[in-house]
């Protein structure tokens, strides 16, 4: 006689299921104020923390800033602009320049990646003076743009270029060598054209390497426009950074670095909305559903 016995599972009924839905809700508001707490908390206890040792002069204020320093310095920029005009005007200057260089080079490391990625030849021939560029420093190439073109927003859109070019480019790369390659043998036995398969399949395949690497070239376009504007400008946030370097000014050089990051933050946060506009074919990774806050 058998001594086992099977236990058919519990039907899932309609409260049920609505049941665990709210306990689920729960669970992601509670995670995302543990989240909002935690952000906070952190950045009361540094700038708390700052504020005090500069108050109790354990920390000079003359070298490091003063956060409350800081604020009115912020203030004071925007009621009264800078020696080279508005700072409203400055921080479009440099936005313009990180955005058009940010355009350039990530259409132009989306191209060279996609056709040199499909292209054994091509990557043959072009990979050793793509490497040889990428070794060139950066600093080096803002210099050379300056004598070449100036110190009008040529040069800081050619070098926010080069910075973006390279991260979208091997990205891009990357992704076209990663495509399936059953898909692609199926799609030319269906008889797609070399331009349906780059448009149908290569590109969709390589967007989650092209977006992921927008992410991070954003902030490098912010900096080739900023260095840009270091090494010769007729005004930006970087010629604002650099003067008050200049004159000593701690309190004027981290405001800026605070309008900075807020644009960064800001472009991360529309790049995000186009990821999600872009990939939302794509199923969400675990990864990607417990961060979304």
């Known amino acids: ?13 309609g409260s049920t299921h609505a049941a665990t839905t709210a306990a689920a809700r729960r669970a992601v508001r509670r995670r995302v104020a543990l989240v909002w707490a935690g952000r906070i908390g952190l950045a009361v206890f ?22 409350s320093g800081i ?14 005009g ?33 292209s054994r030849y091509l990557s043959d021939v072009l990979g050793p003076y793509i490497k040889m560029v990428n070794a060139i420093p950066r600093i080096v190439l803002g210099s050379i743009f300056i004598v ?14 080069v910075l973006v070019f390279f991260i979208v480019f091997f990205n891009a790369f990357q992704g076209v060598r990663e495509v399936d390659r059953n898909i692609l043998a199926n799609a030319k036995v269906l008889g797609a054209s070399q331009t349906q398969i780059t448009r149908h399949v290569i590109v969709p395949s ?16 912010i900096v080739g426009a900023l260095v ?21 000014d701690p309190n004027g050089v981290f405001a800026t670095m605070l309008v900075i990051s807020v644009i960064v933050l800001g472009a991360e946060w529309m790049i995000a909305k186009l990821e999600h506009r872009l990939l939302s074919w794509r199923p969400p990774t675990p990864t990607e559903a417990s961060n979304a806050i």
């Open 1 to 13: 006689m058998s001594t086992t016995s099977t236990v058919s599972p519990a039907p899932i009924t």
């Open 46 to 67: 540094v700038i708390g923390g700052w504020q005090a040792f500069t108050a109790w002069g354990i920390v000079d204020p003359f070298f490091f800033g003063q956060p």
């Open 71 to 84: 604020a009115k310095r912020l203030v004071d920029f925007f009621q009264h602009g800078t020696e080279f």
């Open 86 to 118: 508005s700072f409203y005007s400055n921080i479009w200057t440099t936005i313009q320049e990180a955005l058009a260089g940010f355009a350039v080079g990530s259409v132009a490391g989306v191209v060279f990646g996609v056709a040199m990625g499909q």
């Open 148 to 161: 070449a073109f100036g110190i009008g927003v040529l040069p800081k859109i050619l070098l926010a270029a």
């Open 206 to 221: 390589a967007l989650t390497w092209i977006i992921a690497s927008l992410h991070s070239a954003f902030g490098f376009a």
């Open 228 to 248: 840009g504007e270091v090494l010769g400008a007729q005004s930006g946030l970087g010629l604002v950074i650099k003067t008050a370097q200049n004159q000593f």
